[in-house]
């Protein structure tokens, strides 16, 4: 299957935002989140790449089953600039794709009613 995830991250010490994406294939969910948190300790002890972050959020895995032949909107983002809240959404029209939501464990309940603590998909300091 292929997979692709969306996270985000503070840096310097939260004066930054930022987000990037990740592209894999793996057997299933549980191994794509293995490889990409192995992905991006070898990342932050190899590289600069995370020098300045002390957590990244997963914030979505996107399941592709099928590769779209058409357009597919995979990720829309819109924040407000004077109180940094954000609205988004992905995919918003795809056909054989399926979203996971990466939820902290045992929050899975508290997730469903927008009630719960994010946790960091990974952690440095």
Known sequence: MRYMAHFSFDEDQHKKHGYFTMLLSA????????MMRDKIM???????AFDDVDEIYLDDI???????????????????????????????????????????????EEAKKEKYNMEPFVRWH
Do not use: C
């Open 42 to 48: 070898a990342l932050h002890d190899g590289t600069h």
């Open 62 to 108: 996107i399941e592709i089953r099928n590769f779209p032949e058409r357009p597919v909107l995979m990720r829309y983002e819109s924040m407000d600039l004077e109180d940094q809240s954000t609205m988004s959404a992905n995919p918003i029209d795809a056909e054989g794709l399926q979203v996971f939501h990466w939820w902290p464990k045992g929050q899975e």
């Open 27 to 34: 057997g299933n969910t549980e191994e794509a989140v293995r």
